[in-house]
């Protein structure tokens, strides 16, 4: 039995399997125990397909509940076992296509358990319902653990725009807002927040069955890229195509600046493997809107596993102008 403290568990754990099979993993969350001297009395939540920065989620004291990744008969937990670069290791040596399950009831219900021990109550901003189960499931693990303590919000947004709205809320945390407040400045953020992503390859998604084979051949033939959003429902949605990366790419700018209506703007970029094309985005987005840097992000592996290596997805919120 060895006992370790790391920032980079995933980091041990591929290490050491490097050397024999480790049997039993236990991971104790050091977020969890330094929030319990931060002061404040609301804790924030997310899931795992929330990006932000390490430094932004630090600043807020974010909370994350994972959901898995696994390639066959393996399973990896996101940001805990598996990095995006070896989620990228094992998407090109492994002969079975990656799947992603959202987090149990039980892994909610002792995150609130756990945090409601240091704070009076807890907010969990989550992963749109309408791509996924895991609001489902943290509603469940409300309800079963302090409904009165404990507000679980749809923010329908993910990736970056999922990280928007968790940012907001942690700022609002930090000016002293109570539980109800703060469900409304989620909701309210998450109405005033976009996602607009480009997808160098059609490939992942006509395996997830979102386009079929026959689109796709035809989509390649003429180079055509579609630019995907979140609609009001909370769906992925199709924003536009255009013919090559590069133009795609630029549409999201000009989204973004269609979507500001020239109001001041919080932007974050997450990108899967392709940090130059997030590059690309980040100058002219700065350009655009007279900002001096963006944020730059890797897209979380279960984002990842839909859209496959080289997508950049942009996040714009309108703040008061």
Do not use: W
Not at 72 to 88: A, L, M, N, S
Not at 197 to 225: E, K, N, W
Not at 231 to 245: E, I, L, N, R, Y
């Amino acid at each position: 039995r060895v006992h370790l403290h790391t920032n980079e568990p995933q980091k041990l754990f591929a290490r050491l399997a490097e050397f024999g099979t480790v049997e039993r993993t236990k991971i104790d969350d050091m977020v969890l125990q330094q929030l319990a001297a931060r002061g404040a009395t609301v804790a924030v939540v997310t899931d795992s397909s929330c990006d932000l920065s390490e430094a932004a989620s630090h600043a807020i004291g974010l909370v994350r509940v994972p959901l898995t990744v696994s390639f066959g008969e393996e399973t990896f937990t996101d940001g805990v076992d598996i990095t995006p670069p070896q989620f990228y290791q094992r998407l090109a040596s492994s002969p079975a296509m990656p799947k992603t399950s959202q987090p149990a009831v039980g892994d909610f219900r002792s995150t609130f358990q756990r945090l409601l021990e240091t704070h009076e109550a807890v907010i969990s901003v989550n992963l749109s319902s309408g791509v996924s189960g895991t609001f489902q499931a943290a509603v469940a693990a409300a309800q079963q653990v302090d409904p009165r303590r404990i507000r679980v919000v749809d923010t329908r947004q993910v990736s970056v725009s999922l990280g928007l709205v968790a940012e907001a809320v942690g700022e609002a945390i930090a000016a002293g807002l109570g539980l109800d407040d703060l469900a409304a400045i989620a909701a309210k953020t998450s109405r005033e927040v976009k996602l607009f992503a480009s997808l160098a390859s059609l490939d992942m998604i006509v395996r997830g069955g979102r386009v079929s084979p026959a689109q796709a051949r035809m989509a390649t033939l003429f180079g055509l890229h579609p630019i995907l959003t979140v609609g009001d429902d909370g769906k992925s949605a199709k924003a536009g195509t255009h013919v090559g990366f590069a133009a795609s790419l630029r549409g999201l700018v000009k989204r973004a600046e269609r979507f500001a209506s020239g109001r001041p703007v919080r932007l974050l970029i997450a990108h899967a493997s392709a940090i130059g094309a997030a590059e690309y985005v980040a100058e002219r987005l700065c350009s655009r809107f007279g900002v001096a840097d963006i944020p730059i992000v890797n897209l979380t592996s279960v984002l990842a596993a839909h859209t496959g290596p080289g997508a950049v997805a942009l996040g714009v919120r309108r703040l008061e102008g």
